[in-house]
């Protein structure tokens, strides 16, 4: 019998992982990629001996990257090998004060005494509430798709029960009083493209989750993850096909038949996943398709996650005084996230950032005696700030580096020897992001689940999505956890003759 086909299209997380399962599975799976390497925002700068990961560079819960590799028989450890990072993240606040943030019960507690003892019985009642919901949204509903609205009726009770109607930021603060705490606990949606005061509170199970199996950096970088979910791929007889951007995704009554890309190449297909953004898959390459132009018509009315700014950087000179994940906090807290979040056209004069110093972990990462840098600075995307990024990014660039330089890397302006950035537009152009959001949908209630774009269409058959717009949502388990949830669809769908 004819074994059937498949056309992934993008190389991200959730396209890699799906496409390792597929194929696995006895699916004949093609991979396409608009970039020349593989990794979708899991993509590898490289300069002057300096490797930068430009994307994801926090893996947690190992199991989901696990199970991809014994889904193809095979032990994940063969390919790749995970470095456990402690502290997870050292936090800073402008007025001195610093958190180490782990799952070192006895340090954390340390901690917590010496801020706000009045807090100790607040955080013991928070880590049961995170367990509970870590139990009930990511155990039991991460890789389980939403295809009708019963199946969101079905877990209604247990999301009323965990008030996940509230925000992440609302329910820490019936557990911790005090505000630097309440930041310390509440920061994990911006890391899935979600704002701490309107994310629902089922993100809290980040929390339990990096507690329960601790945080991670890959040695060789995260782009070393990518090349390995790579060769498995192919070892299993997948094909990926780089510098191929998908153009059209064809149809005929009423289902996918193929895909031809930018070049011309053309082929026929049983089944097509999207691992790329969701709007540009209905709008752009389902151009014309009834159902899809009502379903991006529909998708660019709700809610999109902020964008970013990212600055990569090599030091010709070692700063060891950081932690490996550096959560820098600015002076307001609230009020900018509004800023980030609402339409305000212009940025802000302070800023938050994510510092990353991979080679504290793994220096080969640089030349020797030498660090490489990310610095992530959350802004808004292109429908709430109209800015011109290609003179606004250089001055926001050297804003920050100059920042660093003041108060966490003295004498970094002379020790810098390369430097690169990413822009909301670069997430646009270079990936094809709707608004140039970071993390597609933003991470609110009414955006989860059910209401999230489903990881297989209801109208056009054959055609399925992994990755951050569809159930679950953002960040590496989220992604990983789509492509289980998608896969869990195609493989009897396709084996089974679904018509």
């Not at 070192?104 to 995170?130: E, V």
């Not at 329960?212 to 970088?221: D, Q």
């Not at 110093?357 to 660090?371: I, N, R």
Request: proline fraction near 6%.
């Amino acid at each position: 019998m004819t074994r059937p086909k498949a056309a992934v299209i993008g190389s991200g997380f959730g396209g890699l992982t799906l496409a390792v399962r597929l194929q696995a599975a006895g699916i004949d799976t093609t991979v396409f990629e608009k970039r020349d390497k593989p990794g979708g925002r899991a993509y590898v700068y490289q300069d002057k001996g300096y490797s930068f990961d430009g994307g994801p560079t926090i893996i947690t819960a190992p199991p989901c990257l696990e199970e991809v590799f014994a889904s193809a028989g095979r032990d994940m450890a063969d390919y790749a090998t995970l470095l456990p990072v402690m502290p997870f993240y050292r936090l800073y606040w402008e007025d001195g004060f610093r958190f180490d943030y782990s799952n070192d019960m006895d340090a954390i507690t340390a901690q917590i005494r010496d801020k706000s003892p009045r807090d100790l019985d607040g955080y013991q009642r928070f880590l049961r509430y995170a367990e509970d919901v870590f139990n009930e949204g990511y155990v039991k509903l991460a890789a389980t798709p939403f295809l009708d609205f019963w199946s969101m009726i079905r877990v209604s009770p247990q999301l009323i029960r965990l008030q996940s109607f509230r925000s992440v930021y609302s329910i820490i603060s019936r557990f911790i009083k005090d505000p630097h705490l309440r930041q310390v606990f509440s920061f994990h949606p911006l890391l899935v493209g979600g704002n701490p005061f309107s994310s629902s509170a089922i993100y809290t199970l980040i929390h339990y989750l990096e507690r329960n199996w601790g945080v991670f950096f890959v040695k060789g970088g995260t782009g070393a993850l990518v090349a390995a979910l790579v060769k498995l791929f192919e070892e299993l007889g997948g094909e990926i096909r780089l510098s191929s951007p998908v153009e059209r995704i064809h149809t005929a009554n009423g289902r996918v038949t193929g895909v031809t890309t930018a070049g011309g190449w053309h082929g026929d297909f049983d089944a097509v996943a999207s691992n790329a953004d969701v709007v540009h898959t209905y709008s752009a390459l389902l151009e014309g398709e009834p159902h899809a132009e009502l379903e991006a018509a529909r998708l660019v009315k709700r809610r999109f996650s902020m964008s970013l700014f990212v600055v990569y950087f090599g030091s010709r000179r070692r700063h060891t005084q950081i932690a490996h994940h550096d959560i820098l906090f600015g002076p307001r807290y609230r009020e900018l996230l509004d800023d980030i979040f609402e339409s305000v056209d212009t940025l802000a004069e302070d800023f938050s950032l994510y510092l990353h110093a991979p080679t504290l972990t793994d220096p080969s990462v640089a030349p020797a005696g030498c660090e490489a840098f990310y610095v992530l600075s959350p802004v808004p995307h292109l429908g709430n700030a109209h800015l011109d990024w290609s003179s606004e990014g250089p001055r926001y660039r050297d804003r920050i580096l100059e920042y660093l330089e003041k108060r966490y890397l003295p004498g970094l302006g002379a020790d810098i020897e390369t430097v690169r950035i990413l822009t909301p537009d670069d997430f646009k152009h270079e990936m094809n992001s709707h608004l140039g959001s970071a993390f597609s949908l933003e991470p609110i209630l009414s955006q989860s689940a059910w209401f999230r774009v489903h990881n297989r269409d209801r109208h056009i058959g054959g055609l399925y999505f992994a990755g951050a717009g569809t159930h679950p949502g953002a960040g590496v388990p989220g992604v990983v956890n789509s492509a289980k949830a998608t896969a869990g669809l195609m493989i009897p769908d396709l084996l089974g003759g679904r018509g």
